[in-house]
Nanobody, 115 residues
Framework: QVSLVESGGGLVQPGGSLRLSCAAS????????VAWYRQAPGKQRELVAR???????NFADSVKGRFTISRDNAKKTVVLPMNSLKPEDTAVYYC?????????WGQGTQVTVSS
C-alpha cells in the first residue's frame, strides 16, 4: 500500500526554523517528482517547493532563500528545511508525489508560526 507520511511540524516563533520530512512507501521512488504544498485556513492549497527525479528544484517566490528541498532516494525521503519562518507560513503542509498518471498525497502536518 502506497503512503506518504509527513513529520516535523509544530509551533515555532517568528524567525525560527523547522525541518519537515516526508517518508514514502512507493516503489521506484526515485522516478517520482515530489513536492510540498501548503494550505492556510480559508486559502487555496499552494505549491511551496518541488524536486524532480533528476534533482531539479523550484520554489514559490514567498519562500525563496528561506526554504530548501532535498531527497534521499535510498531512504525514500524528502526533507524541507524551513528557516526565517514568518506568521504567514502558518499552514498545513502536505507532501505530494507524482509520476506520470500516478500521484499520492500525504495527510499533512501542521506548521504554526506565532509568538
Amino acid at each position: 500500500q502506497v503512503s506518504l507520511v509527513e513529520s516535523g511540524g509544530g509551533l515555532v516563533q517568528p524567525g525560527g526554523s523547522l525541518r519537515l520530512s516526508c517518508a514514502a512507501s512507493i516503489s521506484i521512488f526515485s522516478a517520482y517528482t515530489v513536492a510540498w504544498y501548503r494550505q492556510a485556513p480559508g486559502k487555496q492549497r499552494e505549491l511551496v517547493a518541488r524536486i524532480t527525479s533528476g534533482g531539479m528544484t523550484n520554489f514559490a517566490d514567498s519562500v525563496k532563500g528561506r526554504f530548501t528541498i532535498s531527497r534521499d532516494n535510498a531512504k525514500k525521503t524528502v526533507v524541507l528545511p524551513m528557516n526565517s519562518l514568518k506568521p504567514e507560513d502558518t499552514a498545513v503542509y502536505y507532501c505530494y508525489a507524482r509520476m506520470s498518471t500516478r500521484d499520492y498525497w500525504g495527510q499533512g502536518t501542521q506548521v504554526t508560526v506565532s509568538s
